[in-house]
Each structure stands twice: as C-alpha cells, then as structure tokens.
C-alpha cells in the first residue's frame, strides 16, 4: 500500500539570523538536507571562530538522509559541510563554482571520500521517493540555484539566495521561466530569500557595477587597488576587463581571493588573458597607471588584504597618495566601525577612496522588495515561510506575502529547529527538534559552551586575580603566601599599595580559620573571594574573577 | 607695549572620531576650553566604561585656563568635565539646561565648589584678554549654542553642534544674523561640525517627527512605547503633546530619562500640564489606549528601558501584543546589531514597532550638506577647521569649504593635539601637544593602560590556565601539585584526559631541572609555559594565557 506520508520542513539555521544557513525536508524516510552554511561569531561570543549548527536532528536519523544539495558556494551555505560529512557519509549535489569551492574546505577539514556530484541548472534528480531539481537564479557568486523538491503531495521551492539580474554579466539570465511554469503545475510550499525584502524597488543588476568601475578605472591616474568579496567572480571578471581596456596588469593578492580566482579560472567561470596576471613581486616593475591590484578586506577584517594596506601592514603594497582605492562592497551590519576605519587610514595615506553606496561600484547580491513579489507571484505557493533572515525581516516578508493575497494563516515565520508539517492540503507547525548555535574555536567543536563563554566575558571586562596559599597540611598554617597575581585587573608595577593592602586582607580572612582549624576548602575559598571582592571595589569599583587556589603539603 | 601674539588653536578631542569633543584656543596668557566630553570605548577596549580626552597640556598650563565654555548638554560635550575641574578650578560657562546637566554629573563624581555661570545666546563676556559670545543654535537638545572668540588678531567661530532648523519647535530659531553679521565683519578661523557634512540635502526639521509621531498615536489601539534619547526634549515634549491630544497619561521610566524630564521640566524647557504624568506603579491602573510610556534604549543598551522590556526583564512593564513601540531614533554607528535584536525580541512578543529610518520618527540633530555650505557662506572665514567628525568626514567637509572658494591650503584636516597656529594674515600647523585617550575604568582614571586591555584581549579569547607547584626550598623537589585551574579555556569536566595530559607535560619539563637543581623561576616558568602551550595548541588550537605560579616552602 502507498500510504501518504506527512512532509516536514525543518530549518536548522538561517531563520532568525543572518548565516548559517541549512533546511531539513523529510518526506516518510526520506531526508533531504539544503545547505551546510556557517556563521562568523556575534561580538559576545569571545574567542569562537566559528558557528555552525546542531544537527543533533541529522545524526539521529542518520540512516534517512539521502543527500545533500547545495544552492551556491557561500560560507554561510557551505561552511559547516565538512563537519556534516564528518558524522555521515552521505552524496553532496552542487554545482561545478560551487564544488570547486567545497573541495578547498573540505581539504583543509582533512574530510576526505566524499561523494560530489556536480549538477547543471536544469537537472533534475531521483533521490528516495523525492524528485529533486535545480534552477539558475541570479546572485553574487555564480552558479547560484534555487532548489524544487517533488513530493507525493506537492511540490516544494526553495529560492536560496537570489536576485532578479535582468541583464547579468555572464549572460546566464535567472530561470523565470521555471519558477513561473512550477507555479502553474501548483506549489505547495515556497521558501524564500528575506535578506533584502524590506529594500524598497528592485536591486540593481551587476552589469552597472561595471560601468561605474569602468568610469573610475577611465579617471585614476595611478594604481587602482580594488578590494571586493572573493567569492563575487563576476565584479573581479568586470574590473578585469576595465583593466584590460585601460592597459593594466592585473595582481590577485590575499588567500582567499587567489584561491576563488585560481578555481574559478579552472573552471572557466573567469575569463583572464594569457599575460594579464601578474605576481605580487612584479608590481614594482610596472607603472602606477598599468596596474590594478584585486585584494580582499572590503569588510575592514584586521589580517586582510586592503586593511594591512591601510595600516602599512601590506608584504608588498604600500599606499601611495595617487592610488585610487575601489571599496566594491557595502559594510555587511557589524563591520560600519571596522569598513570606516580602513577607508580613514587610507584618506590619511593620501589615497583617493571611493566607497559610498552613491559611487555605484557596489550592488546587493539579494532581491529587494519587488522582485521577491515577484516570485510569490509566479510561484503562487500554498503555503510560504520566509527563510534567511532576521526575525524583523522574515515578518515583513510575511506581510509582503499577505497582501499578494497568500491567506495570513497559510505563512510560517518560524525559528530554527521548528517542525513545519504540511499535508497536501494543510499546514501547522508540529512542534521541535534540537537545534542551536555549536561553537567551533580552533579544533574544538562545540566543546566550547556556556560557561567558558560566561567566564571570558568575565575575563574580558575586569581581568583575573590569582591568589595562591601553601598551608600546612597538619595544623593549617600558612607555609607560604598569599602570593597574588593579576592580569587584566590592574598593572601590578603601578599598584603595589593595592596588592600589598589586599594581601593583609587574604591573611586577616584566613587567621579566623587557622584558629578555628577549618580545613574546609571550599570555605576558605569563599571567604577569600569575598573579602578580597569587597576590598578591591570599593578601591577600583571593578569586579575581577577572583581565583583562590590552596595548596598543601 | 602691545605685542601682537598668536592665535592657537589645539583640539583635544572630537578630530578624527565622533565624540570626547575638546577644543583649546590660547592667545598669549590666555587659555579657553570649549566643551569636555567623553566617548564610549570601541569595541576592543574591553571592560572600559568611558574614554576622556588627555588634558595634560591644560594641567600643564592650569594657571593659564580663564574658562570652560559650554556648547550644549550632550555626554560628547560635558561628560569629562568632572575629571577636569577636579585637576583646576575654572569658572564653567554655559546654557541654563546645559549646567543643570553638569551640576547631575558633578554632584555623582563628588566635585564640589564649582563656579558655574549661566549664558543666555546672545550673550558676551570678556575673559583674559578675549571677547566670548554665545549664538543661539538647533540641535537635539534645547538651548544648544555657537561660540565665537574676538580676539586681537581676528575672530574665531565654533559652530558646536548645530543643524539649521527653519520650524523649531519652541519657536527659537538658530541666531543666523549673528553668523551673517560676524561674517560680514570678517572672521578669521572658522570651525564647523562635520558630522553629517557627508549626507546630502537639509536635515529635516525636528517638527516633522512631531507629525509622524502624532500620526501614530492617532493609528495606535493599545499602549505606546516611545524610546529615544533622554536629551531630546523637545522629542519628549512632542509625544507628550500627543499623549495630552488623545487622552494619553505618561509615564516617564529609565534613569536618565527621568532625570532629564525632572531637570528639563524645573528649569522650564519641557511643558507638562498637571496630572499628565503617572508613575510607573499607577500604569496598570489605567486602560491601554489611555497610556503613553517614554522610556530609554533606542540604542539597543542591554541594561536600559526598552532593552529589558523586549527581553521581559523590566520591573514594571511587560510587552503584550496589542502595543505600539516607537523607536524615535537611529542606531549609532556600532549600535545596529543590538538595535536589530531589541526589534526582533519586541516584534516576537507580538508588538507593532516602527523604527525605519523612513518612519518619519527620527530627525538627525546634525547639519547635512547644504546646511554647513551655508554656514561656510555666512561666515565666510580666512581658514576653515573642519571638526567634529571621523577623518573621512572631516576630509569631506574640508572638501566642500574647497568648492565654496576658500583656499585648499588655508583649509585644515588635523588630528587630536595638532597646534593650529594663527597670525592675522597667516595659519599653519605648528606641532604636537600631548593628546589622546585617558580610559576610565570603575573608579579608575587613566589606571588601564595597553598592558592591561591587551591581557584582557587575550584573555577573552582564549582564557586563562593556571598552573600551581609548591616546591621545596631546599632540594627543588615538588612537594606539591602541578595543580592545573583554568577559566574560559576549556570545561574542565569536559576535559579531564586533557588536563591530566597537561599535568603530566608540566611535571616532564619540571624534572630536568629537579635533577639540574636548576632554582632560577623565570627558567623554570618559561620552560612549563613553552611546553604546555606546545601541547595545548596542538590538541586544541587554541592559546590561552599560561601563568605557572611557583610556591616555596
């Protein structure tokens, strides 16, 4: 018998949050995971170099997953794949752009006998009881792809991430025709890209980046230093090609601009001219006006590329007062502070920096306001839940659909971990699976939690104060000490009347007990805390983690 | 005889940042302070509570200082006034609103005996040997002024802060004669806030938002939350307006925007007609759509009003679905995130929020474009010193002085400490004086210096392991540990084959010296910390800060 099965949609990262992004679809024993993404920390997660999600749900139910499918090569779609494959085997579905670029992280992982299969927008796969396809959409990396999933009871679309480019620079136009011809044959479920939906209009297709870069490439009398995202192979393509019309070498420089440029000329998604490039070192040799230098650091990251520049940290580029510096990207929120500082230290320098978003040298790679109308237009879902987004994003997208007359309790804003159940004709939310943030800090993954985060924050404010004992174990007395040691609390060398006062403290706190004889630690160590705690704020007004430490011998 | 003497002029805050804003202007014997602000630490300035300007060279020349003069109330502004008059005792001028500010301030930071002297704009005074006057402005504070400086030599002008507010809403239009006057009479320096210099147009007049504000308690059905800034209070006194306009009580909560409201309304700036206001305990006794509630934390500041009411962690209020929460103000820049989350966590209890910039709920207090060419117009100085802004801003200001006639070399981009240096005919940059960032932490001023945020750097990221060994004097035999204790590195409970691991690599490097009786501790600390920062890097990829502590008995 054929029993119909439920379909469940699951997000495990990406509602809620920019980042991280990665959708659960599990039709009966069939599971099918869209994308493995990472997030970079928030600014209270101290010390974490990563996060990725708990796919406590995944490995559960390990033996169901049949696949995973990738939309493009992004970190926040891709960056978590390697500990995925890590805890299953299972066949990982992408593109070539994007592969190629999953293969230098999974290498780097050490994750090695995986099973990559490439795919071309337009395929269309048997994965279980599943039909799962792939359509071009149009985004800041190429060979991006929204993703449909056939079920027994309907069809699902996933856009990932997307914007309507109606002129896109490789010529490769976004498949609306496949969107609109899904939304005929009937959609039961559409999630969508909310990261722009509360941007009014349309974003602005990328081929005018190039005619903007093109203007500044046609002004500079002196070097052009462009630093943009690496990932964005169609804006490194279009500032070579000015390069090219202007008479200027082209040096790729920082890692991970050489490694997409060096894949992605492989793969043939660049196109660069034998004689074009040149090395790092040759830079010297060429005039300042036949030379371009490609660089990350757009985002102001303190070890990259145009932030070493700015600082005249750079192996090999200082900044000169004729260098016309091109910031080709918009501060991602967070990074305002850092993006201005760099773009300072370059005015300071003498350069000529263009930056603003009026400049036009930058474009969003996600669809605004209209164009995700749009596609709630053409694919007329059933049933919609906004994804890729902050709460305040995904609300509004939800509004957005509402009043394309998809009915209000027919829309899903949801949270990660949330069960989204759908028959063919109906939908509810069906309560949760374990999901969160697992921090990644050097090789440790998720052994980093709560607590070691809630004592750096602590660390990180007021600093620690050590205090060391000997006692005696027989009577209790002190051998030796007590010796204190700070660090990030005061500069001991400028407070010796604080320490020296703080350790007569320490001693009055302990000759209660060494008459009364406890030898309870635990008490002792209370009690110094607490002393030393009371003393050192009215004296400071700070708060150090004080850490007794007792030793006896 | 009468010689001649130079103009100086020395910022020692407000160049090359937004805020601690400090200008110093010295002719001969003569020395007056406009403003003494403070700033709030960057982000890596961690566990710093405020940052103030280094006024050594006033301290320096103390017997010199004639005068603090005032622009208007902001922290930017006043906030480090307390650290300086505690180093000299200077007559304080400035605005009534703006010395009830400062009197708060000073009675918490226990500064006493101060001569404060009330000025009305329009007002002059001779000090030293210099002509001060105070020009009305607007700004998003009342009662906020220009200041100009006659002296032998010339006239100076310092616009403050300002925007150009063609419908103040308490009618008091900014003192454009006196600039047009000054200007016609000839001006030499002139020093103008940079800090919108950068956005195109005209600021919009703060009445607009009293528009928008009405228009949304004409929609709203439940309780409305208004957060801005306390100091706004023609802000206040506009949603106040509204309130009294749709039968609203208001209750005032949050420290400081009680504290304005109680100061503002004494002294005459906020009009508030009996049995309006309520207090925070009275709110449940009155229906929802009868109630106005202003509070703090549009900035997203996790301890203040609306912060804690969107976490459900404030004493008195509680968010329910029905409520309207206007958020009448923009993040500043470093703010969105945690603006961002207090939206989310406010939208997920089911509120209705406005908060987009395109709300009409906010208007900057700072002049666009437009605005300061029309200053530069007006006053039409010899040399222009753009301020009050980041370096890019300044740059851009300096720019647009350059478009409106006034010589590129006679324009100047300083930073903090430059000596501006003026004869009547000629300017330059004559040296440095000592400038910079003094930290506050707790009670501490100046007592955190780089050592000690750089140990608290590395603390946050990586914590701290501390390892203890008491040994014997006489023979260098360990008596007792190596006791390992760590914090913010890994849970030890977690990691206890690690720590044992750790253990046992300090007590290996111990006993080459036990055999050598090697008795020099810095030998033996930096031995344990090499080879147990070896081996933790390995294992974990991390390294935190290693203290061996050594103990003698």
Not at 176 to 198: C, Q, W, Y
Not at 439 to 455: P, T, Y
Not at 483 to 512: P, T
């Amino acid at each position: 018998m054929n029993q119909k099965q439920n379909l469940q949609i699951i997000p495990l990262g990406g509602l809620g949050e920019i980042g991280k992004n990665m959708t659960v679809f599990r039709y009966g024993d069939d599971i099918i995971v869209l994308d493995s993404g990472l997030a970079f920390p928030e600014d209270d997660l101290l010390g974490i170099d990563l996060v990725i999600p708990d796919i406590t749900y995944l490995v559960e139910n390990k033996d169901k997953v049949r696949a995973v499918v990738l939309t493009h090569g992004h970190e926040d779609h891709i960056g978590s794949l390697s500990y995925l494959l890590r805890q299953m085997n299972v066949p990982v579905y992408g593109s070539r752009l994007t592969l190629g670029l999953v293969e230098g992280r999974l290498k780097e992982n050490n994750v090695t006998n995986c099973n990559l299969i490439p795919v071309n927008a337009g395929d269309q796969f048997t994965i279980g009881k599943l039909m799962v396809g792939f359509i071009r959409v149009s985004h800041s990396i190429p060979d991006a792809m929204a993703i449909y999933i056939k079920t027994p009871i309907g069809t699902v679309v996933h856009t990932g991430d997307f914007k309507i480019d109606q002129t896109p620079v490789d010529g490769k136009l976004m498949d609306i025709h496949k969107f609109a011809e899904l939304g005929d044959h009937g959609v039961l479920v559409l999630l969508s890209d909310s990261t722009n939906a509360m941007r009014p209009g349309f974003t602005e297709s990328e081929k005018t980046v190039g005619v903007a870069l093109d203007e500044e490439f046609r002004a500079a009398k002196g070097r052009i230093i462009m630093a943009t995202f690496a990932s964005n192979v169609l804006r490194v393509q279009q500032a070579i090609n000015s390069a090219l019309k202007y008479g200027r070498k082209v040096a790729v420089l920082g890692r991970s601009m050489v490694n997409v440029v060096s894949i992605a000329t492989d793969l043939g998604y660049l196109e660069v001219p034998e004689g074009t490039l040149i090395d790092a070192e040759e830079i010297n040799r060429y005039p300042a006006n036949r030379l371009l230098i490609v660089t990350t650091g757009s985002q102001g990251e303190p070890m990259a590329g145009l932030s070493r520049m700015a600082t005249s940290n750079h192996r090999t580029v200082a900044i000169y007062p004729e260098d016309t510096v091109l910031i080709s990207a918009n501060p991602i929120p967070g990074n305002e502070k850092s993006v201005g500082k760099t773009i300072d230290s370059l005015l300071r320098l003498g350069a000529h920096v263009v930056y603003e978003r009026s400049s036009g040298i930058h474009v969003s790679g996600h669809a605004s306001r209209e164009e995700v109308k749009l596609i709630l237009n053409l694919v007329r879902p059933k049933f919609f839940i906004p994804v890729h987004g902050e709460y305040r994003m995904l609300k509004h997208h939800g509004k957005i659909a509402e009043t394309l007359g998809i009915p209000n309790e027919n829309i899903f804003i949801g949270e990660n971990g949330n069960v989204f159940e759908f028959t063919a004709e109906t939908g509810r939310m069906a309560g949760k699976v374990a999901s969160g943030r697992i921090f990644v800090d050097g090789l440790g993954v998720g052994d980093v939690g709560n607590i070691v985060i809630r004592d750096r924050q602590q660390l990180s404010k007021e600093g620690v104060l050590i205090v060391v004992i000997t006692l005696d174990k027989q009577n209790g007395h002190i051998l030796s000490g007590p010796d204190l040691v700070s660090r990030g609390f005061v500069y001991i060398r400028e407070s010796e009347a604080l320490m020296h006062e703080a350790q007569n403290r320490v001693r009055q706190a302990l000759e209660k007990f060494e008459n009364g004889k406890v030898t309870d630690w635990a008490t002792i160590k209370s009690q110094v805390r607490e002393s030393l705690s009371k003393y050192l704020y009215e004296k400071t007004g700070r708060r150090p983690m004080i850490l007794p430490i007792i030793m006896e011998v």
